[in-house]
């Protein structure tokens, strides 16, 4: 700024480092939001789903800006100024739970392709079964295991298998 008092020009990036300076400021001293199965909190102020009644994005997605709109026709804004994938990933959460909501415009079901579930169902998901072994491995184990099961040990010493 010093520098703009000798030189005219030099105001104009001066003042533009200030105004993105104060931008990023108001940005992180946005509120805290926290998701539960019940509600969203926003700061101190829980909002349940049932209360959600419209979810609508704008063309931002960091920061994440929705208009949430209430029952009572109350708007809110929500501002999220994460990085792209949690910007997303808040986002697809927030659609996923408001079941009662019209998302952009159109209902839950025609977004997710489901019916809306009720309170209280929750469908577990299966367990993920994941391959610690190949194929030639899990036979090997699955003889040792049977050759245990027979003999009682695999001590090669005192087997009955010796030559």
Not at 65 to 77: A, C, G, K, W
Not at 82 to 92: H, V
Not at 141 to 150: A, F
Request: proline share 7%; aromatic share 6%; with cysteine.
């Amino acid at each position: 700024m010093w520098c703009g008092l000798s030189w005219s020009p030099a105001l104009i990036p001066a003042v533009l480092f200030v105004a993105s300076a104060g931008v990023m400021l108001a940005l992180a001293m946005r509120p805290t939001i926290e998701i539960s199965e019940q509600h969203i909190l926003i700061g101190r102020r829980a909002i349940s789903w049932s209360d959600i009644r419209r979810v609508d994005r704008t063309g931002w997605i960091s920061p994440l800006v929705l208009h949430i709109t209430l029952t009572d026709n109350r708007r809110v804004l929500l501002v999220y100024p994460g990085g792209i994938d949690a910007a997303n990933n808040l986002s697809r959460q927030i659609r996923r739970n408001s079941t009662a909501a019209l998302l952009d415009g159109k209902p839950y079901t025609d977004v997710w392709g489901e019916p809306v579930p009720q309170v209280g169902e929750r469908k577990p998901l299966p367990a993920p079964r994941y391959r610690l072994l190949n194929e030639e491995d899990e036979a090997e184990v699955e003889r040792l295991y049977q050759r245990l099961k027979t003999v009682g040990n695999l001590d090669s010493k005192n087997s009955s298998d010796e030559s």
